[in-house]
């Protein structure tokens, strides 16, 4: 559990004190959400936070709409003011239920104490089942005091939630024909396969019709990227192949992933000659920004295994795997390599010296999608990044929980000096509870995602996009932990093992190409196959 | 085109918000919302009539709507067989010359059933300057009975909002 005290959950940190339950103490609330949501995505499990009222809970938004967006587990407890003063603009009070209503899954207000063992049993319940997300209890400091009697209730039944996760057998068999049939297949597959666990099942249906795997951001570490059936993510910053295969395939097989604009690109150009057969455990990410054509509610894992039971016969797809072949020997993923301290290579250099087996978080912009594109993600719940809310200041806080949540693995967190900047006073967290997180710096001295549209559609016009920065290697010192500078090429991999050597928390300051771009680019709005750059 | 919806709900707070808040997010507005206990004291029904723009969008907040966790079932009556009616009164400023007139009006409102039966409408109030009428029925008819009153001082109209139910 991770969070930060206050006035009105006093009775809460009390209890605290001498209880066995492990409390970590950020130095902002927006760490404890987000060090929550961290170490979901890495356990699987709930991650749970816990702030005052007030500024308390708000601070917790961001992160609560971040796992919202992401579909992590997450409950999330806000003290509240005495019940009867609710409405009263009461010091330090908030509508939280009412703030947090549309980014949660479900939210509960507690005015009974007698309904709190039954709200939290419900709360994790929720949080962990079906298309997961967070759930808010807002517990008022009076409940909090209040005494009953504690009987734990041993089963949840919520009448008006039952989660389909059985796919419908008749649309399964229509996918399996399909599947069998087709000439040009693509398994597009996202979040949901992680979230499901059914990286083994998409494996062997991919060897088994020997169709290629493109993945989503969050769908990163489902399928291995040294694999030759794999494309990599597709999208806007996508490689050129998995897009050109979106483009020209005559069936595309999407599981746990929702078509968002920054993968379909322009919508009415999106694979123009594919059939689409959708498997999602949440009926409306189905059919809400493509046209479907056989959809599948159901759980990934379920989903995959009947599928892979109903296809009787593989299809000949070794023409489409040639030419594959040939878009990844033409276009491949390309950064100059030269003398100069590029930031790709500097990701490369992590994938090297940790064998592929690190726990990657990332900040957003730049740092976030080279870290996409240049780390060969291969394992399942080792990729921690903020997706669909683009949270910069998430990764660091978010690498604490990851790291709280797996003690034995090597946390990155690969950040640029804009985000990291938005949480980096839980330095002090990381030092202070010995979670030897290492921070990557890809400083660029600019906001460079902004900076890179600036360039290329804003005329060069860098408007609020430098940034000075402080000296981030006194800065790890004065917070007690190992920072370094590397302004050099050849000083990266000796670097990156020393920061893995060291049993603390590192910050590697990397100087690198102020203007790199990501490429290639997809231009928002544009079609697939419309990409800028990037070319060998 | 207007849809009626009808949603079966748990009979707590914040539900009401929440089903608001699907439409309000997108900057629909609600035509008109009923919410009352039903046979069950656990299960409030919530009967929504809203103006779709776009029938994509429709569907995606029902959609939306079954996810919400306090929400038991959605269906949308437009496409089905079902009976609904409103209530409305309307107070009337009259006097002498139009109070025997608008008394006709009512008593071949009353007289005349519906498609799906005998409508309401009776005089429930009487003052020296005023009357007010009390209106059951259907949409089309209410809409007529309104406009039947254009040449007369409408003071104020309360609707209750449909209700529905399928046959």
Redesign the interface.
Known sequence: MFGYPGGVVLPIFDVLYDSKLKFILTRHEQGAAHAADGYARVTGKVGVCLSTSGPGATNLVTGIANAYMDSIPMVAITGQVKTFLIGNDAFQESDV??IT??IT??NY?VKDVTELARTIREAFY?ASTGRPGPVVIDLPVDVQQAKTEFIWPEKVE????QPTVEGHTGQIKKAAKLLERSSRPVIYVGGGIITSDASPELMTLAKKIQAPVTMTFMGLGSFPMTDPLCLGMLGMHGTAYANHAIMESDLILAVGARFDDRVTGRIDAFAPHAKIVHVDI???SI??NIRVDVPIVGDAKKVLSELLRLIKKSPDTSKWLHTIEKWKEDHPLFYKKDDLLRPQYVIEQIYEATKGEAVIATEVGQNQMWACQWYKHGIPRHWISSGGLGTMGFGFPAAIGAQVGAPGKIVFDIAGDGSIQMNIQELATAVNNKLPVKIAILNNGYLGMVRQWQELFYKKRYSSTPLKNPDFVKLAEAYGAKGMRITKKEDVAAAIKEAIATPNVVVMDFVVEPEENVYPMVPAGEALNRMLGGMA | MKHTISILVENRFGVLARVAGLFSARGYNIDSLTVSETQDKTISRMTVVVNAEDEKILEQIKKQLNKLIDIITVVDYTKKEYIERELVFIKIAVDKKSLPVIKKMVDKAGKIGSASGLAVARILDKKNDSIIVELVDDQERIKNFLAGLKDFKVVEVVRSGRIAIAK
């Open positions: 239920t009412g209503r549309s899954k479900h207000l929720i919520i009448r008006s939630y949440d009926p409306t059919s809400k």
